[in-house]
């Protein structure tokens, strides 16, 4: 189920990649995609993946932090 997610999602314009994570109980896909394209994917998984599930896939848009850093304490 996961995977066909993966297979959508990474044939839509402006998708730099996709994988799955979690797969155990639940999972998900992480996609690393152009703002613009957020609709396309969004229209990708209504057509191709909600109509043959029961549940529909749930898009959550995130945007990159800084990342993580190491700060010293003054001594």
């Not at 402006?14 to 994917?41: D, E, N």
Request: net charge positive; hydrophobic share 45%; glycine share 14%.
């Amino acid at each position: 189920m996961l995977d066909a997610l993966v297979g959508i999602v990474t044939k839509v314009d402006g998708v730099l990649g996709a994988r799955l994570t979690g797969g155990g109980f639940g999972g998900c896909v992480i996609a690393l995609a152009r703002k613009q394209s957020t609709p396309a994917v969004a229209q990708a998984l209504r057509e191709r993946y909600d109509p043959a599930r029961v549940q529909p896939a749930r898009l959550l848009q995130t945007s990159p932090g800084r990342g993580a850093s190491v700060e010293f304490a003054a001594e």
